[in-house]
């Protein structure tokens, strides 16, 4: 008897700032950019967290931004 295999399509997510139609990520609004970090303070992919790409390269520029004056970590403690 032969197995069937079954295919799972996940659908794909929908980026958060094109559905609210935000103009600019904001290097200030901390929560909201903590929420694109994973445990270990690293950015995650545009994959992971269903983003689109120009939102995805905006949100990385805040990130970096908001750590280098200082209202992010760099990594973990």
Wanted: aromatic share 8%.
């Amino acid at each position: 008897m032969q197995r069937q295999q079954q295919t799972h399509v996940r659908a794909r997510k929908k980026c958060n700032f094109c559905k609210t139609k935000v103009e600019e990520v904001d290097y200030k609004d901390v929560a909201t950019l903590s929420r694109y970090l994973d445990r270990w303070n690293k950015i995650e992919s545009k994959q992971r967290n269903g983003n689109c790409s120009r939102h995805q390269r905006w949100l990385t520029l805040a990130i970096k931004r908001a750590r280098h004056l200082a209202l992010m970590p760099f990594t973990i403690k």
